[in-house]
């Protein structure tokens, strides 16, 4: 901290002894005690003229000192809080951890990431260029880095791949592991390297397809888990086979039963509950290395009190898989919009999930979905509650769900204006 407070005070010397204002004093000062030193003070013109005859080699050095800063400053540097969020604006100076490693090179154009990265190492002034015209701050034009993925097109792939053997399985031909494993070597790696899966979830999830795409949605959510709570890769791959295949076994209950648009009567349901068998059924014919899948696909719907379907096993005979899976299967049936209700809006399916894991879900795996949910980044799309749409421009670590946010027209802290709040992620 100490050198950073003398690099800053060094800084601000050199900003001082390198502006236009100084040597505008200099000349003021020149002005003042050539006037006062030299008698009469009525003839002001005659002495400014003395002064400018006399005073050649001075003017030089100043002019020469000034031309100098406006060169070295290229477009004029200023000195800038960081908490003005100069976002947009170009760098003027490199600037140094306190180890003198380069943190940004100047004539970077500064982005909210940039920004809390700064904050981040208690950076509290940077250099800026000030007329830089094309790079004022703006609210409307700024363009957001997108994140780069593919796994929206994976998604629509592997939903179809799911279709396609589920109208297999209907039709009574036998299925390849082969279009599960090939799907998996697909969407595993973009979901592990999609921070925001929940952009991708809400721009392709439709109502028509639910069945499909819901067997998909629990692969993502629960690969997202898995990562979350540091899985090894090649079992985060079983896991996904296990989360996409999970409901399965629905292709062997009656279509009206599966499509019924009001509630199952209790044959139904009793019949409707025998697809965790059937799927783990269909599941161990496909002979997949790892019999695990098999396992978590026939206990998906058992609850940590013992009262699920079909073993009522307790919670500590629950496979870890089976655990992950109820609870990504949980959270994106309440986010979905169905013909039945709308969708839970995120801050409110947490407290709905919160509520389900009482005696149903795993706590602790619920816990990692809810943080992993919470974690908000700089750049990131957000609905508020009034509707509004807005970026993330730096997170909040006390309350990640009230960030600094910017709307098409203003900066919001979301922890000082507490009547607005983050509805969901997009
Ligand atoms: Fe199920």
């Given at each position: 901290m100490e050198i950073?407070?003398?690099?800053?005070?060094?800084?601000?010397?050199?900003?001082?002894?390198?502006?236009r204002y100084f040597f505008t004093c200099i000349i003021i000062f020149y002005f003042f005690i050539h006037l006062t030193v030299h008698p009469p003070y009525d003839c002001y013109l005659v002495k400014i003229c003395s002064f400018i005859q006399h005073s050649n080699n001075l003017f030089v050095i100043i002019f020469y000192s000034w031309s100098l800063t406006f060169w070295e400053d290229g477009d004029n540097l200023k000195a800038i809080d960081l908490s003005s969020l100069p976002i947009g604006k170009v760098l003027a100076r490199d600037i140094y951890d306190a180890e003198g490693r380069l943190l940004l090179p100047k004539n970077v154009m500064l982005k909210p990431s940039h920004l809390q990265h700064l904050l981040n190492l208690n950076h509290k002034t940077i250099y800026v260029i000030e007329n830089d015209h094309n790079n004022q701050p703006r609210t409307q034009d700024f363009k957001y880095e997108q994140e780069e993925t593919l796994l929206p097109v994976v998604f629509v792939s592997a939903v179809e791949t799911i279709r396609n053997l589920m109208c297999q399985i209907i039709d009574g031909h036998i299925i390849k592991r082969s279009e599960v494993e090939d799907t998996m070597d697909l969407i595993v790696p973009e979901i592990i390297h999609t921070n925001n899966v929940?952009?991708?979830?809400?721009?392709?999830?439709?109502?028509?397809?639910?069945?499909?795409?819901?067997?998909?949605?629990?692969?993502?959510?629960?690969?997202?888990?898995?990562?979350?709570?540091?899985?090894?890769?090649?079992?985060l791959r079983q896991l996904g086979i296990a989360a996409l295949l999970h409901d399965v076994g629905k292709?062997?209950?009656?279509?009206?039963?599966?499509?019924?648009?009001?509630?199952?009567n209790p044959v139904e349901i009793r019949e409707m509950r025998k697809h965790p068998l059937y799927g783990s059924q269909i599941v161990n014919d496909l002979s997949f290395p790892d019999r695990d899948i098999v396992t978590a696909v026939l206990q998906h719907h058992e609850y940590a009190d013992g009262r699920g379907y079909p073993l009522q096993l307790s919670a500590e005979n629950i496979h870890p898989y089976s655990r992950i899976i109820a609870?990504?299967?949980?959270?994106?049936?309440?986010?979905?919009?169905?013909?039945?209700?709308?969708?839970f809006a995120l801050l409110n399916a947490i407290e709905e999930i919160t509520r389900e894991t009482c005696g149903h879900l795993d706590p602790i795996i619920t816990r990692r979905l809810i943080r992993y949910i919470l974690n908000i980044v700089p750049?990131?799309?957000?609905?508020?509650?009034?509707?509004?749409?807005?970026?993330?421009?730096?997170a909040n670590e006390k309350e990640p769900m009230r960030p600094l946010i910017?709307?098409?027209?203003?900066?919001?802290?979301?922890?000082?204006?507490?009547?607005l709040s983050i509805e969901n992620r997009l």
């Amino acid at each position: 901290m100490e050198i950073d407070q003398s690099t800053e005070n060094l800084e601000m010397l050199t900003n001082l002894l390198t502006s236009r204002y100084f040597f505008t004093c200099i000349i003021i000062f020149y002005f003042f005690i050539h006037l006062t030193v030299h008698p009469p003070y009525d003839c002001y013109l005659v002495k400014i003229c003395s002064f400018i005859q006399h005073s050649n080699n001075l003017f030089v050095i100043i002019f020469y000192s000034w031309s100098l800063t406006f060169w070295e400053d290229g477009d004029n540097l200023k000195a800038i809080d960081l908490s003005s969020l100069p976002i947009g604006k170009v760098l003027a100076r490199d600037i140094y951890d306190a180890e003198g490693r380069l943190l940004l090179p100047k004539n970077v154009m500064l982005k909210p990431s940039h920004l809390q990265h700064l904050l981040n190492l208690n950076h509290k002034t940077i250099y800026v260029i000030e007329n830089d015209h094309n790079n004022q701050p703006r609210t409307q034009d700024f363009k957001y880095e997108q994140e780069e993925t593919l796994l929206p097109v994976v998604f629509v792939s592997a939903v179809e791949t799911i279709r396609n053997l589920m109208c297999q399985i209907i039709d009574g031909h036998i299925i390849k592991r082969s279009e599960v494993e090939d799907t998996m070597d697909l969407i595993v790696p973009e979901i592990i390297h999609t921070n925001n899966v929940w952009h991708c979830l809400n721009k392709i999830r439709v109502q028509d397809d639910y069945t499909f795409q819901h067997s998909v949605s629990v692969c993502v959510i629960a690969v997202k888990i898995g990562q979350a709570i540091d899985m090894p890769e090649g079992q985060l791959r079983q896991l996904g086979i296990a989360a996409l295949l999970h409901d399965v076994g629905k292709a062997k209950i009656p279509t009206e039963i599966i499509k019924k648009p009001g509630p199952l009567n209790p044959v139904e349901i009793r019949e409707m509950r025998k697809h965790p068998l059937y799927g783990s059924q269909i599941v161990n014919d496909l002979s997949f290395p790892d019999r695990d899948i098999v396992t978590a696909v026939l206990q998906h719907h058992e609850y940590a009190d013992g009262r699920g379907y079909p073993l009522q096993l307790s919670a500590e005979n629950i496979h870890p898989y089976s655990r992950i899976i109820a609870v990504a299967d949980v959270f994106d049936a309440i986010t979905s919009e169905r013909y039945y209700r709308p969708r839970f809006a995120l801050l409110n399916a947490i407290e709905e999930i919160t509520r389900e894991t009482c005696g149903h879900l795993d706590p602790i795996i619920t816990r990692r979905l809810i943080r992993y949910i919470l974690n908000i980044v700089p750049g990131e799309k957000v609905q508020l509650n009034t509707g509004e749409r807005a970026r993330v421009i730096l997170a909040n670590e006390k309350e990640p769900m009230r960030p600094l946010i910017q709307t098409a027209d203003r900066f919001i802290d979301l922890s000082e204006e507490r009547e607005l709040s983050i509805e969901n992620r997009l």
